[in-house]
């Protein structure tokens, strides 16, 4: 049995008509299925525990990356596999999977995979899927949400870029990752990965693996902002990490501080001035 956890409004609609579709596709195969659309935050989650609880064998989330993360906190540490059908604006996580980004696709890609593990990230006790970090993004997916009633694709994220430029004062920082190392300063980004890619398809961590059981930790030091656009084409071609500005670690723990810090984690921003990161090894089964 399959259930379809669809939110309606992700994708401005756009989730609605994939689950439609998914709908059609999987009555015309005769693939025993159910269909439910969520109807309020944290709701994807109660649905997907509830499925694992009463034998689903996959779960589908229909929306964005909001809505894979809340179905995936459903079903970690579960039998029952997740697939995604991606339907919102950004659909960054699928890109780590190489899961297409045509509806239809993507269901004939996660009905032909099986299920494998990968893992997740807490941050202290909330679940994430794909990317935690603070600085200079989460002012860009401050302008980015509101772009994104009127744009789609990385076209939001874009203009969050251009206006966080002109905006963006960095703050002080303390960051610990691992057992050993502590980093004290102002930084332009500090970001946590388990994927690869966050604002609608930007290469932060080009070599994260969602199955190591480690993440990619990248930290940019802070600079004028008038040297910020030098540095966007190498961050849009995924070679952030050439740059003497950038460092790369990997480590399964990680914590940042700082007042009045602000965190995106998955696209949602959260005010905290510590959090603790960590990874979660096979925290769940996914079709890719």
Known sequence: MIQLIVNPVAGNGRARKVGEMA????????????LVFTEYVGHATELARSAAQNGRETVIAVGGDGTVAETAAGLMH????????????????????GIPKNGQSALEF?????????????MDERFFMNIGGSGFDVMVL??????????????????GVLRAIKNFTPYEMHIEIGKDI???????????????FFGGGIPIAPQA??????????????????????????????????YKVSRHYRSNTASMSA??????????????????????????????
Request: hydrophobic share 45%; net charge neutral.
């Open 209 to 242: 693996d969602v199955a190591d059981g480690l993440f990619d930790i990248i930290v940019v030091d802070a600079m004028p902002r008038w040297k910020i656009p030098f540095y966007l084409p190498g961050l849009l071609a995924g070679k952030i990490l050439s």
């Open 259 to 288: 007042n009045g810090m602000r965190i995106n984690l998955d696209g949602e921003i959260i005010q905290m001035e510590k959090a603790a990161f960590t990874c979660v090894r096979n925290a769940l089964r996914v079709h890719w």
């Open 78 to 97: 579960t039998e029952c596999a997740m697939g995604i059908l991606p339907a919102g604006t950004g659909n960054d996580f699928i890109k780590s999977l």
């Open 23 to 34: 709908l059609a596709y999987l009555q015309s195969k005769n693939i025993d299925h159910e």
């Open 142 to 159: 401050d302008y980015a949400l509101i772009a994104k009633k009127h744009m789609k694709g990385m076209l939001p994220y874009l203009y």
């Open 182 to 196: 502590r980093l004290d300063g102002k930084f332009l980004i500090c970001s946590i990965a388990n994927g690869m």
């Open 110 to 122: 996660l009905l032909s995979h099986p299920p494998r593990a990968i893992d997740a990230g807490l």
